[in-house]
């Protein structure tokens, strides 16, 4: 037998569920259309199917258990059988051209917000946020770290007028995310469509800067428009606080400022900056 | 020992002293940040690490993944790895990658194919590398006219690529269960002189005649009595605990790498004395 012939006849193995079909309905001429020799098929004749099918069971099952650890809110809310489905479909259009096993997490999440149309979407109509805010969460935890050496300024030691001069630090592992559901509540006691209402719920996910693990805290206007500010150019509490005042048409100076210290005190206790630079 | 996410904790806390180096899965580490790799950054400073690769897709129809092979040889370049090792399969095709080890047909036609790709990958790397035994199935076909077994075509590879051979001691017992053949010649037509470690597993009895390779359990007497075997056939330069299934507390693979210590220890009585006797 030949390599091409080997690898064309594994490939669909793994990779189309009728093969292991076609190998229990008549494994003679379904391995004709694989190898030409007589004697090659001959020899493959005599194992069972079974023992063909475990290839296709490792990769599948490999993939179940690697998806349930990673979207293990959505996996809760599904039965097995529900689940098995989903990950079948996903895996019959799956082309992962990644070494890198992990990714199929990112894969997955992808083809649920841009491929999937199944009946999942009427149970869980949030089902394609929540994929995405679990992947969101693997993606931080995992993202490479930056080298970035800062020596940070406690604000407690200067002024407060020198204090507003002062560079926030955004934590480079800080998203945004407004979700039409609130998909940091969904668990189990708290899925079903009648209860988990639409509406616009906006997130602060980070990962820790020292503990490293995830964490999220709901935004607001004030908090989403600060650190989207922080994202820009660094520039000085004061340079952002004027720019917000005037974007968003504050006239209640004192009050903002107020709140925005306060805010950003809150981010640093938090993790959300990492501290403050001349 | 094999390095699971699950012992980093006990780990960092107190490395046992039977541990005296790891082998890791590279593609869980390697472009990552986070709490997993600054966990395994401070291992990999107190001991040393192997890499140990299940996607290189060595014995593949397509092209080597050079970019995959860059980030590789950073990772090994940034962590000081002393060898490299994948296995004798192909895991990807027309640029698909699985995540399992896919059989190659024992042929004169694969020998030359895989080994031109080690050496490649040999030479991208720059580290010594060595090639694993994989368990397989369902053959890749029947062997050829000139009937090459299993053992001298891994024999045959060894030679032609000039990579060390990475024996799982494990993966040949279930071979030689699925497929039947005598574990003990097979070792003795392997080359032994070019070990560059050993593995050592548990596995999974589906049938009488079909072991699933898991790695999800215990290693059994006959798995132990084959490295005895091998012990006393050539002085092995290391062997390790492979684990990746029903991951135990780390007590229990400690015992397990005790029981390799003392084998090896017998062992290497044993070979003293015929060095003593034919001095």
Redesign the interface.
Known sequence: MSLAETQNFFFDLCAKPDVIVSLKKNKENTLKKYFRSGWDREFLGRYDTERFQTYRNHISFGILGGMASAFPVLRSLVSDQEWNEVLNQFYLKRLTRSPIARHVFSEFSEYLQKTYRGILLKKLPYLRDLAEYENLDLKLYFAKDTANQFHFIDPSFVSPEEALQLKPVLNPFVELRTYPWPVHKICREFCSPKKVKNGKYSLIIFRHPQELDIRFMEGNLLTMNLIEALRQKPASIQEIFQALTKKNKIHDLQTFYQEGIAVLGLFLKKGIILGYQL | MGLRREHFGSLLNALPAEISWFEIAP??Y?????????DFCQLAEKIPVVAHSV???L???DPL?RN?LKQLKNFIRTHHLPLASDHIC???????????L????F?E??VK?ISKRIRQVQEILEVPFAVENASY????????PAYIKEEAFISAIIKESGALLLLDVNNIYVNSV?HRFDPYAYLKALPLDRIAYVHMAGHRRKKKD?I?DTHGAGIIHPVWRLLDELARMTELPAVMIERDDNIPPLKELVTELNQVYSILKRNQKYHESLSHVAS
């Not at chain 2, 192909?90 to 399992?100: A, G, I, L, R, T």
């Open positions: 593609e869980n390697m472009e990552i940040g986070g709490k997993v790799y600054r996607s290189l897709s014995g593949s129809l993944n995959f192909f895991s990807s095709y027309q640029q698909v990658q699985f995540d399992d896919l059989p190659l047909p042929t036609e694969a194919h199935y369902a053959p890749a076909g029947a062997p050829d699925n079909f699933l």
